[in-house]
């Protein structure tokens, strides 16, 4: 297979012009291999499906872009952080704060989330429009995430600026950049007193207590440990889902059709977030390292190298969806990749669904005919994140911003 078909970090993966790529690699490369990183990139659906369960792969060298093909260490708690151990130690801690995001915890956070949402878009309407990710996605998701973790929510906003500089990224330099680095060592001091603040005063049943209570093995999950787990509950809180609303809101708008078809049914609109998270999930891949000898398509992939699942290309896998590039409200997809599957699903997928559903709700009620301004979109350049940094919304009956 053409070696030059593609790589992570050209700036083909940024845009439109990623898509046939993947058609080919799924086609004709379902274990494209790059020797430069000693990685098999995965494109089918069914392949990362069937592997991410298997314990020949372990994630307790990183999972990210950063970690495993840059070689730069992301965030602390290798081995021991619920997102970077493998079972059966995740297994526990996964099972211990598990209640915390079942689809009745989920439930219970509606009233808040909702509140949140009318306020900001109160506030929105007398400005004429909205960016669905900085002004109301991020700022939603980061009241949720502090709200389920045990942070104050008068830290929030600080705590959106630091998460946004953590994903900094620049033309000049691969993977994390001194900003991003700064903003990760800032996000760790942040988590410690966090930690020593719940150790003298425990809180109200919030997910820092629950890590404090954890025993496995009889021992208690170390400081490393309880950092990288709260850095993943924070940053995965925070900024995965405004891509996905924004992503939602833009696919509305190029369809009006399906945009009308939700202004006349609002109980479509978990419908059409599902959907939104299919066609534009935001993370370009995540991966793993194989510890034993495992097949793929004939080849055996070897301790020491490393598997990248490619979930944007599998969300739009022929094999799975019938004209997946069809983007379609009512799909109803029973399975997709966006939340990962298996040992490491996401523990936020129900407040994800919640949280995307009650804004969609809330800005249809509020302005059904919104507008984007598309020159004023800004999309991301990162290898990553694709999709929106900023999407504008202008509401049709307020006044221009
Ligand atoms: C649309 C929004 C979101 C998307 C697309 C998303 C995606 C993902 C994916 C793909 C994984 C699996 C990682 C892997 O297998 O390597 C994951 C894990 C995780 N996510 Fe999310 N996430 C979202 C929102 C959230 C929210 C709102 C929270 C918390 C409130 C959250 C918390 C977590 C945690 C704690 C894990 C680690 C689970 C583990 O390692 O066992 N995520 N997420």
């Not at 496995?216 to 170390?222: A, F, I, K, L, S």
């Not at 992503?247 to 399906?258: F, G, I, K, N, V």
Request: charged share 30%; glycine share 8%.
């Amino acid at each position: 297979m053409d070696p030059q078909l593609y790589h992570p970090l050209s700036e083909t993966v940024y845009g439109d012009e990623i898509w046939p790529v993947f058609r080919r690699m799924r086609d004709e490369a379902p274990d494209y291999f790059l020797e430069e990183f000693d990685t098999y990139f995965l494109t089918r659906f069914q392949d990362i499906w069937d592997l991410l369960p298997n314990p020949n792969l372990s994630i307790a060298r990183g999972q990210t872009t950063v970690e495993l093909l840059l070689g730069q260490s992301a965030a602390p708690g290798q081995g021991e952080a619920l997102s970077a151990a493998d079972p059966p130690y995740q297994t526990a801690i996964r099972a211990a704060i598990m209640k915390l995001f079942s689809p009745n915890s989920a439930r219970r956070l509606e009233p808040l989330a909702r509140e949140f949402t009318r306020r900001f878009l109160a506030e929105a309407r007398e400005r004429g429009g909205v960016d669905a990710i900085g002004e109301l996605g991020m700022r939603l998701s980061v009241r949720i995430a502090c709200t389920i973790i045990g942070i104050p929510l008068e830290e929030s906003d600080r705590l959106v600026s630091d998460v946004n500089a953590f994903f900094d990224r620049s033309d000049e330099t691969e993977g994390s950049t001194p900003t991003s680095l700064d903003a990760r060592d800032r996000l760790v001091d942040f988590i410690d007193e966090l930690i020593d603040g719940h150790r003298r005063r425990p809180g109200d049943g919030d997910l820092v207590d629950a890590l404090l209570g954890i025993e496995v093995d009889g021992r208690r999950m170390t400081d490393d440990g309880l950092r990288g787990t709260l850095i993943t509950g924070i940053v995965g809180g925070t900024e995965t889902l405004p891509k996905v609303f924004a992503a939602c809101t833009y696919r509305l708008w190029q369809h009006p059709d399906q945009r009308a078809r939700v202004a006349e049914d609002p109980s479509l609109c978990g419908d059409a977030f599902w959907e939104a998270l299919r066609y534009d999930m935001p993370t370009q891949m995540l991966g793993r390292t194989v510890i034993r000898d495992t097949e793929l398509h004939g080849r055996v992939m070897t301790p020491g190298q490393k598997v990248m699942y490619l979930w944007p290309a599998a969300n739009r896998d022929e094999r799975e969806f019938d004209d997946p590039e069809r983007f379609d409200i009512e799909r109803r997809a029973p399975r997709i990749l966006s939340f990962g599957h298996a040992t490491h699903r996401c523990l936020g997928a129900n407040v994800a669904q919640l949280e995307g559903r009650v804004m969609l709700e809330e800005l249809m009620a509020l302005d059904p005919d919104y507008e984007i301004a598309e020159d004023e979109v800004v999309r991301l350049r990162s290898e990553f994140f694709r999709g929106f940094g900023a999407l504008p919304i202008r509401f049709s009956n307020g006044v221009a911003a």
